[in-house]
Nanobody, 125 residues
């Protein structure tokens, strides 16, 4: 079992930045798992934001966040990060991190095996 805890969410003005963190605990094989970030706005389905491979060598982003968001990981700390810059009102959502028990990332939520509880990001315009 892997336990994921997100942090770093909050209220920010449009154009501002936030950095989310996701700390993993439980099975000591975080470094072999791909990780992903997803988000869900009220009344909408959960959507893919970004994914990162087991060693950080490969990343993927949704078109809506390319050039503004960046994901990274520190396997020595069992933590994955999401740096969000130039935030827009439409980025407002609950952000979830997820772990996939495979080394390669994926855009599909169904490919992930463990999920955090989410952290709220609100961007005021």
């Amino acid at each position: 079992q892997v336990h994921l805890v997100e942090s770093g969410g909050g209220l920010v003005q449009a154009g501002g930045s936030l950095r989310l963190s996701c700390a993993a605990s439980g099975r000591n094989i975080f470094s072999s798992y791909a990780m992903g970030w997803f988000r869900q706005a009220p009344g909408k389905e959960r959507e893919f934001v970004t994914t990162i491979s087991w060693n950080g060598g490969s990343t993927g982003y949704a078109d809506s966040v390319k050039g503004r968001f960046a994901t990274s990981r520190d396997n020595t700390k069992n933590t994955v990060y999401l740096q969000m810059n130039s935030l827009k009102a439409e980025d407002t959502a609950v952000y979830y991190c997820a772990a996939r028990t495979r080394p390669g990332g994926s855009w599909s939520p169904s490919e992930y095996d463990y999920w955090g509880q989410g952290t709220q990001v609100t961007v005021s315009s």
